[in-house]
Every structure is written in C-alpha cells, then in structure tokens.
C-alpha cells in the first residue's frame, strides 16, 4: 500500500483550493454584475420588471443551492444545453450569488432617505439618472460591509458544487480520503482551507462595518 | 397694522397666467387631502399657502412638480400641461424648481456638484458652462465661496442656500418652497428668508408653504389659506390678516400669533 505524507495530502488540496478561490471569483464578480441588473429591475418604476426580478430573487432565495445546481447540471441537458461541471457550478452559483447580492443591495438603495429621490426628481432626472448619480453612489458606502460579509457564503457554497462532480477543496479531499482513509485529517485540512480563506473576509467585513460607521 | 408689503407693490406681475390648477384631486387611501382646487398664478407673483397641518398645502404644492401624483384635475406650468395619466415629468420639472424642508442636499457631492449635476445630466450643458452656471448661482445666494464644501461642513442655512442655487442653476420659470425654514435654527431663517426675500423682488415666480407669518405678510402678494383639502380664502396678506372672511382662518391667525 501507497504512503501519503502529510505534504502529499495539503499539495493536493492546495492545488484543489485553486478552483474554489476561482470559482468563488467568477461567481462573486458575476453573481455581482447580475445582481446590479437585477437589484436595478427590483426598484424600478416599471412594475413588470419589478414582479420578475422579485419572483427571480425569491425562488432562489426559497429553494436550496443544491437544488438549484442540479437543475442546472441535470435539467439544462435535457433541453439541449451540453453543459460541464465547470459551467454548471459557474452558473449555479452565479444566478444564487445574483439573488442575494440583489436582495442586499435592496435594503441599501431603501436606506437612502426619500429626499434623495425627490431632489433628484425636481431636477428633471429621469429613474437611471437617479440611480447612477445620487442613489447607487451613496448606497455603495452602505453596501461594502454585507457585501464583503455575503462573499464568505459564496466562498463555502462552492462545497456544495462537489456534489456535480466539480473538482474543488471538498472533492478533492474526498477523493483523497478514498485513498488515504484519512478522513479526519484530510477533511480537517479541508475545513482549514476554507476556514482561511473566509476569515479575512469576515474580518475586513467587520473593519468596514467600523470605517464606514465611523465616518458617518 | 402690518407693514406694507413694498416689495411686493414694487414688482411687475405681467397677468399672464404661468401656473394654472383645475380642479386638482389627491386622496391617500380613503382620505381625500384635494377636494378639487384651482389657483392660478402669474409670473411674477409671490405666493404664500398657509393652512394647519393637514390642510392639504404640502400636498398640493408637491403637486405641481408632480412630487405627488394627482387622481384629478390638471395642472399647467408654462404651457405644460400634466394631468393623472402623464408619466413623463421631464417637461414640467424642467420649468418647476422645488427646495425642500430638509434641504435634501446629496451629501456626496460638494455644494458646487450639487448644482452642477443636473445641470450636465439633464441639461446636457458642456463642463465649463456647467461651472460657470454653478458659480453663478452659488454667488447668488451668497455662497460662491463654499464651492468646494460638502454638505456636512455646512450649516443648516447654508445648506438650505445651496438647494436654492441648485433649484435656481435650472432656470425654471417657477420655484417651490415647501417649509424652507421649518428645520432650521431660529437664528439661521433669517439668512435664507432673506434670498428668498431677493428673488422675490428680481420677480421669480415664487409660491412657498410656510409658517413664517411675517415673512408671508411682507414679501407676498397673495396669501391663500388652505382649509380641509380646500382653498378656504386667498387675497392679498394685509386684507387676510386684517379681515379674515372665514372663522377657520381667524382661528388660525389667532393660533399663529399666540405663539
């Protein structure tokens, strides 16, 4: 029987953690755009908009990830979308990101005090106006500290993105404990993983929360 | 006995209609707050709404910019006609200046990009006439040199004489003023009451909601007295305060000059 050194195991995580700090990326950066869209669909004054994105919102938010990757990765197929493991869990996680991303943002948008919108309307500017110079910019301030606080739940949902078959930390380890039986040491190196990886987030979160109340 | 509104006898009103309500409605759920008001106002005029609480004179002045919107009636301004299906208020708002009780300044921006972005959104204007147009009105109000302020190291007056020049860089034909001095320290009103005070004898067509009685029987030309959703009596101030014609509006008169 095969020997794994301690090295042998974390090198092999490590290199896994690679494409769970990517896909937490793409996911976060994506998951962002969409949910500007989405967050800009939810406050408008067009209430067709406004209906979609909220029935968007609330279906992700009311069913489980896990769900939702696999209609993704089972379901996109059987209507004629080929679709990888990379692009499943990219996607999956995107649309879940764009969701919660948007859901947040609301409640930054409905914390800028009326007043600003009606300034903004006595001056003849029209709703996308409103948002880009006077309403977004000072909900941006607002938003950073949840924002950075939601991008440690994007970092642990990739876990569950194992669950299709994409090889991330939480695959990977399971892949090596086959090997190994090593379970507890394997998924403990992988619980340290994550663990750094969501620490500074929660941490800058918190110091961000501190700055921007203080500079209130 | 009142002093004699000067100010207002030394302007030029030119008869010429240039805010025209008919027979304006609003209700907020079951409670009709506009039971059908028609006012006219010509350029030039000065005038006050003065009303208790609840009487209906916020509500229909946030009307006229379509602030709020009305369930009847129509509202012009300038030949702009705006009645309870228009959505688009470009045109209106474009002619309607509006400053608010709580300045409502964007506190992102400095005093001079408060009054330059519409300017360059709406507008369209190019950088340096943008600039320039703030400059100017920024100087207007006595404020040319808080440029480059923001809104939080400015006082209260200050800021109320910001919204101001931000409403004034528009050039609109009409401005409101919904309780401009309500919260703002007493030794402050006096700062903005007097702009206010200066564009009334450069003739702008001014009609503001206010608690500043002296102010209103000085500067106005025409007071009108809300009442229950209703214009309940309007003339010139020194006739409305002398001789009120309702018993609503003399208990107000007795109730403002207690205080």
Known sequence: MLDFTLWDILSNLLLAARWTVLLSLIAFVS???????????????????????????EVFQGTPLLMQLFIVFFALPLIGIETSAWTSAAVGLTLFTAAYLAEIWRGCVEAVPKGQWEASASLAMTFPEQMRHVILPQALRIAVPPTVGFSVQVV????????????????????????????????????????ALCYPLSLSAKALERKLNVAR | MSPVNTSAAGRIATGRPLVKLSGIRKS??????????????????????????????????????????????????????????????????????????????????????????????????????????????????????????????????QQQRVAIARSLAMAPKVLLCDEITSALDPELVAEVLGVVRRLAEEGMTLILVTHEMRFAREVCDRLVFMHGGRIAEQGPPAELFDRPATPELAQFIGMVEAR
């Not at chain 2, 045109?91 to 400095?110: D, E, I």
């Not at chain 2, 600039?131 to 808080?146: D, I, N, P």
């Open chain 1, 156 to 195: 642990k949902g990739t876990a569950v993105t194992s669950i299709i078959g994409f090889v991330e930390v939480t695959k990977a380890g399971t892949m090596i404990t086959n090997a190994t039986f090593q379970p507890f040491l394997v998924y403990g190196l992988v619980g340290l993983i994550y663990f």
């Open chain 2, 28 to 157: 907020f759920g079951p409670v009709e707050v506009l039971k059908g008001v028609d006012m006219a106002v010509e350029e030039g005029q000065v005038v006050a709404m003065i009303g208790r609480s609840g009487s209906g004179k916020s509500t229909l002045l946030r009307s006229i910019n379509g602030l709020e919107r009305i369930d009847g009636g129509v509202i012009e301004v300038d030949g702009e006609c705006v009645d309870p299906g228009q959505i688009d208020l470009r045109a209106l708002r474009q002619k309607v200046g509006m400053v608010f009780q709580q300045f409502n300044l964007f506190p992102h921006l400095s005093a001079g990009e408060n009054v330059m972005l519409a300017l360059k959104v709406v507008k369209k204007q190019d950088k340096a006439a943008t600039r320039a147009a703030a400059e100017a009105a920024l100087a207007k109000v006595g404020l040319g040199h808080k440029f480059d302020a923001y809104p939080s190291q400015l006082s209260g007056g």
């Open chain 1, 31 to 57: 998951g962002g755009i969409a949910g500007l869209l989405l967050l800009v669909a939810r406050v408008s004054p067009v209430p067709p908009l406004r209906v979609a994105a909220r029935l968007f919102i």
